[in-house]
């Protein structure tokens, strides 16, 4: 079992930053695939980034590319999403969630077996 916390969220303006953090804990955290996910008032749940603890690579979709990154703290079992150049577009709850499958990248929702509780972001305009 992985227990999963996401934190961070907030509101801010276009333009702006924030760093959204997702803590892991029940297992090893470097063992499986992390990927992020965020959903927008009446709009389905959508691929953000994947994570690969195998290469250290993340695959991000292509609305964010270039504005949002990834890093890791393993001693905190803590991964972050790293959210610059906000657009009200970005509007929506993020979601962290982790894969009992081996990876690298998975940014199909059925592919995660293990969710976090969201955090609200909020980019006014």
């Known amino acids: 079992q992985v227990q999963l916390v996401e934190s961070g969220g907030g509101l801010v303006q276009a333009g702006g930053s924030l760093r959204l953090s997702c803590e892991a804990s029940g297992r090893t955290f470097n063992t499986y695939p992390l990927g992020w996910f965020r959903q927008a008032p009446g709009k389905q749940r959508e691929f953000v980034a994947a994570f690969s603890w195998r290469s250290g690579n993340t695959l991000f979709a292509d609305s964010v590319k270039g504005r949002f990154t990834t890093s890791r703290d393993n001693a905190k079992s803590t991964h972050y999403l790293q959210m610059n150049s906000l657009k009200p577009e970005d509007t929506a709850v993020y979601y962290c969630?982790?894969?009992?499958?081996?990876?690298?990248?998975?940014?199909?929702?059925?592919?995660?077996?293990?969710w976090g509780q969201g955090t609200q972001v909020t980019v006014s305009s």
């Open positions: 969630a982790a894969s009992n499958k081996p990876g690298p990248f998975y940014s199909r929702i059925s592919d995660y077996d293990y």
